[in-house]
């Protein structure tokens, strides 16, 4: 290491005291990366790139000492809670849908089987009521009579 980086990394040490104790001096004071640079007087993009573990170690104090959430993180946990729900209700659904294809599917088979057909294994209808027209009716009811 070079000594620009060195002193670099000694003044990023120092200033992450100020602000969380409440003292920036050349800074607003917020418990941000950019204040932390303004408050070391290293360039922000150094700071991230060079100075990464730096960086890191800044936000764990922060978390650490202050019970704070950076805002970025907030969002982002909230975010992930929302998709979490979304893709639970979309798995529900998923679910749902499956079922009412088997359903009609069964349905289907059932009401275009030919009347009068004998088969010798009828098919498992499970939780399928199968169509039963009202005496004296064949067509379902709401439907014409074709000999009508």
Do not use: C, W
């Amino acid at each position: 290491m070079n000594h620009q980086h060195q002193d670099e990394r000694t003044r990023i040490r120092e200033a992450m005291d100020r602000p969380l104790g409440g003292q920036a001096t050349a800074s607003n004071g917020s418990l941000t990366v950019v204040a932390l640079a303004a408050e070391s007087g290293v360039h922000r993009m150094a700071l991230q790139k060079r100075h990464a573990d730096l960086k890191n170690a800044f936000y764990e104090r922060v978390r650490n000492e202050t019970q704070h959430v950076p805002e970025s993180e907030r969002q982002l946990r909230a975010t992930v809670a929302k998709l979490r729900k979304t893709i639970l209700n979309q798995k529900d659904e998923i679910e749902e849908l499956r079922e009412l294809v088997t359903r009609l599917t069964l349905a289907s088979a059932v009401l275009t089987q030919p009347v009068g057909a004998s088969t010798e294994a009828e098919p498992v209808l499970d939780n399928v009521t199968p169509f039963r027209p009202r005496a004296g009716r064949t067509e379902p009811a709401g439907f014409p009579d074709p000999a009508g």
